[in-house]
């Protein structure tokens, strides 16, 4: 399509202030064509301060060139919008994005058409948004956005994830005007960090449901697109979103990190913004741009790769479906070897960091022979021909343990002929949430429980003379929490993996329409590294994981320690360090969280300090002790 000069021209325009029902005043820029006219919008509502960058990113400026103005709000209490934030995914910023999206109709620039988009926190609250159903939203695509808070992201398997996250940026002078002390002091006396919503809500119910558009799927009626990686967070919960949905659908998953397909390793790329655009072009502009022919399904079916800490592109093939989960599986049963095994709360090391790590991804799966001799081993002999497994693979087993309270993880890996075992995918539960996440349960000890785990969703063709492994373990060390009682755990007869085996497609789907990225792959040494360690004490018995990276305008850092002794007592150390030239001001925000557990309760001990010119401004901390609940 050939535009002129002037229709790839785009205006910004800074710190639009959107009203709220209660006056809390959100902060937006605006990145739109600089031709006259009223124009669709898409919407991205973030708590990731907007003003961090000067110049719009290259993904707004796309879609501003091809006549979209694109609304990026700071959530209230973060960035330079008002109010404060006193939980995650709070009732008020749930509502604010609704109120925002008709805002927006509403505007002399926009032509009543509104879509919106995210990745990660952003892709949540497309979620929240779309599931409150406002008039105005046409469409919402979804990068990296989960369907559950609590399964997905907090509590993975009924354990809590040693992760945690504050915020306490100021918003910045040159863009609130004189208030900005007034709006920056608001937020540093009532936001309340995140962290203890989390830890305060152990088990499912109210709290997590209000934050998760799981099960109530029907809620959305507008078109969604959901975009994920298979070395990326949420893969598994946006195909059953897909899966679940009754709206115009479409799913994309391919090899990717938690980066948008535009630039994001594993590659290969995609021209993702292309695909973006096909979407809001058919739903906020009416333009048939063939999308609604296109089989709504392409994967990425993964092959054999020798594990590595960090690659910059996988190896396998993008093909099409016409379904989520597709029709002509057929289920392929392993039976599992019975014995008992000691709990190690060091296994999962060679699981890598969940999604790859931050950005880039460091931290991808490595040889699974490290963790397997902590695990309950069962090996196939070579396959006889290629299987395809794609789908969620199902653990079913039998269980006992000599402890109340257990974690069993379940690992599928591709065992090569020179004995490398290649991560495929895991999944793990708490045996205590058997029933329910709502209600655990504790164990008697050595009465034998059925335990369905889930793995997570995967594509992956295992060639012909290599075998399958299933390792079954009771720890995932960077994942999951570890239980708090040494045991010996207990697999027994009549336990079995299920795998989705997809058979060719006959006939054959054409091809996907993708066209790869404007931006090349770069060379692995491009790729800037984090600290990245795994250490053992052996007088004291204990293993620490250290991370830190450069993550948005800050540095990450985190560091969780375990004792193989005493796996009741853990700590995880996470700071964020922000650092935001403004106005003739050097501002440092530095927030710590100490999560730590003994065999009673966890403890968590939040520290925000600000310095401002080198000097001490703010210092709060927060500090609370939450029993535990069977985890």
């Known amino acids: ?23 809390v005043r959100l902060s937006a820029h605006l990145t739109m064509p600089v031709a006259e006219g009223r124009f669709p919008a898409i919407l991205e509502y973030t708590p990731y301060h907007k003003g961090d960058y000067t110049e719009p990113p290259a993904r707004f400026r796309y879609f501003a060139e091809r006549g979209y103005v694109i609304v990026n709000v700071d959530v209230r209490g973060t960035g330079d919008s008002e109010g404060v934030t006193t939980d995650v995914y709070s009732d008020d910023e749930r509502r604010d994005g609704y109120e925002a999206i008709e805002w927006i109709a509403r505007q002399s620039w926009c032509d009543g058409n509104v879509g919106m988009f995210g990745i990660s926190y952003c892709g949540v609250v497309c979620w929240h948004v779309a599931a409150q159903a406002p008039p105005h939203l046409k469409a919402i ?27 306490y940026a100021p918003p910045n002078p040159e863009l609130v005007g004189e208030r900005w002390s007034e709006m920056w002091r608001q937020r540093l006396e009532g936001n309340v960090p995140w962290g203890i ?3 305060s809500h152990q088990t499912d119910g109210p709290y997590w449901r209000a934050r998760s558009l799981r099960p109530d799927y029907g809620r959305v009626k507008c078109p969604v697109f959901v975009i994920d990686g298979w070395a990326d967070w949420y893969a598994t919960p946006l195909l059953r979103a897909f899966a679940n949905l009754n709206v115009p659908k479409r799913a994309l998953i391919g090899p990717w990190s938690h980066m948008w397909p535009d630039d994001a390793i594993p590659g290969p790329k995609l021209d993702g913004n292309r695909e973006c655009l096909k979407w809001f072009d058919q739903w906020l502009k009416g333009i048939d741009t063939g999308v609604l022919r296109e089989p709504p399904v392409t994967i990425f079916v993964r092959e054999y790769f020798q594990p590595t800490i960090m690659f910059v592109e996988d190896k396998g093939h993008f093909r099409a479906e016409n379904e989520w989960p597709i029709a ?6 392993l039976s599992l070897r019975e014995g008992a095994f000691e709990y190690r709360p060091d296994a999962g090391i060679a699981a890598g960091r969940h999604g790859g790590g931050p950005f880039p991804p460091w931290g991808m799966p490595l040889d699974q022979r490290a963790d397997e001799i902590h695990s309950l081993v069962t090996t196939t002999g070579p396959l006889a021909e290629d299987w395809e497994i794609t789908g969620n693979p199902l653990a079913e087993l039998r269980v006992s343990s000599t402890a ?38 504790p164990l008697e000890p050595g009465k034998v429980y059925e335990l369905n785990v889930e793995l997570l969703a995967c594509s992956y ?6 075998r399958l492994r299933v390792a079954i373990a009771g720890a995932d060390l960077q994942h999951c929490w570890p239980t708090p009682k040494p045991c010996i755990n207990t697999i027994h007869a009549g336990s079995r993996m299920i795998l989705p085996v997809v058979p060719s497609q006959a006939p054959k789907l054409p091809e996907p329409d993708l066209r790869p990225s404007p931006y090349p792959l770069p060379r ?13 004490d052996l007088v004291r018995e204990t293993t620490t994981v250290r991370y830190d990276t450069r993550c948005g305008a800050g540095i990450n850092r985190s560091e969780f320690t375990i004792s193989r ?17 403004m106005s003739g001001m050097d501002v440092v925000v530095n927030t710590q969280c100490v999560t730590s557990s003994d065999e009673k309760a966890f403890h968590h001990l939040v520290d925000a300090a600000i310095i401002v010119n080198g000097r001490p401004y703010f210092q709060k901390s927060w500090n609370i002790s939450v029993p535990r609940a069977f985890c």
């Open 565 to 581: 002794r005493e796996p009741a007592r853990t700590t995880c150390k996470a700071s964020y360090e922000y650092r935001k030239p």
């Open 404 to 441: 109340d309270i257990t974690l069993f993880t379940v690992k599928l890996s591709d065992v090569a002929p020179d004995g490398t075992s290649n991560l495929i995918t895991k999944g793990y539960l708490n045996a205590t949430h058997r029933e329910s996440h709502a209600e655990p349960a």
């Open 141 to 167: 695509i979804v990068r990296s956005g989960t369907d559950d808070i609590y399964t997905e992201w907090t509590y993975p398997g009924g354990c809590p994830r040693p992760y945690m996250y504050e915020n």
């Open 197 to 199: 919503g989390f830890i």
């Open 524 to 536: 692995r040494e491009q790729v800037a590294a984090p600290e990245y360690s795994v250490t053992h």
């Open 328 to 333: 002509r599986t057929r289920e392929e049963s």
């Open 461 to 466: 063709r295992v060639a012909k003379g290599h």
């Open 1 to 23: 399509m050939n535009r002129s000069a002037a229709e790839h021209a785009v205006k910004v325009l800074r710190h639009v202030t959107i009203p709220m029902r209660d006056g």
